[in-house]
């Protein structure tokens, strides 16, 4: 008979497997990035060497706890409570952080949206994706084109939920300034309300993984000190046994 329940140990087992293919889609995902991307600027070098140091502990920690429980090693536990302690406080101490910034970085992005030209191509094309699916039109204005508007701008007036009727709480479609290229109807709304939405969802997403993980840690803390208790409990038990006979 295991010296773990068996109904725990089942469970543990389940989630670690879970997170060890979890893991392993990440890691292709990261090789998928890796393959369509023809140069890593110095920015990205280290969010790539983070978000391998990432998937590689998230695969690593799991199988981990998968060996340790099915061997039931209490030393391979007591490394696998220790992974997950550290991971929790850093989860937690990234959640925080940011957390702390949210309100610095929101202001330093406004402050740089007023600022942003669309002449430099990452910017311009950030903004002309961000218009062909959310359904606005420059930053702050369609001026913010210049003399040429491009067609991620056209506003189709006969599309469902478009009007011309200003009066009309609908989404609406408006004419291009005279003396401009480009589409003749645009969207009237600006980009730069939906940008800061995005931000802000960006935010809600990153508060969710840290604190998400770091609650999953400190489950995992819980269970791995619990059998690692149930082990020491029958170890205890059968030395007591051995000296007895």
């Not at 799991?62 to 099915?70: D, Q």
């Not at 992974?83 to 929790?88: L, N, R, T, V």
């Not at 009007?163 to 479609?173: E, L, M």
């Not at 730069?192 to 995992?220: C, H, Q, R, V």
């Amino acid at each position: 008979m295991g010296k773990i329940n068996g109904c725990l140990k089942c469970i543990f087992v389940f989630f670690n497997v879970l997170f060890a293919i979890f893991g392993a889609l990440l890691i292709y995902g990261l090789l998928q990035t890796s393959t369509y991307k023809e140069d890593i600027s110095s920015l990205d070098l280290p969010g790539l060497i983070w978000g391998w140091l990432f998937v590689i502990g998230v695969l690593g920690v799991s199988s981990l706890g998968i060996f340790a429980t099915c061997c039931e090693s209490i030393i391979g536990l007591k490394l696998f409570a220790s992974f997950m302690g550290i991971g929790m406080i850093i989860m937690f101490y990234a959640g925080i952080n940011v957390a702390r910034g949210r309100n610095e970085i929101e202001t330093a992005f406004r402050d740089e949206l007023q600022r942003a030209n669309l002449r430099e191509e990452v910017i311009r094309s950030m903004v002309e994706e961000i218009q062909s699916n959310f359904h606005c039109c420059g930053i702050r204005s369609a001026t913010d084109w210049g003399d040429n508007i491009p067609d991620s701008c056209e506003c189709i007036s006969s599309n469902p939920g478009y009007v011309t009727d200003r009066g009309s709480n609908s989404r609406r479609c408006e004419s291009k300034p005279q003396g401009i290229r480009g589409p003749d109807e645009i969207y009237e709304q600006s980009c730069y309300d939906i940008i800061l939405e995005l931000l802000n969802l960006g935010f809600n997403i990153m508060f969710g993984f840290f604190f998400g993980f770091a609650i999953i840690a400190l489950l995992g803390l819980l269970f791995a000190i619990c059998m690692i208790n149930q082990v020491k409990s029958d170890n205890s038990r059968e030395s007591m046994y051995l000296r007895k006979y």
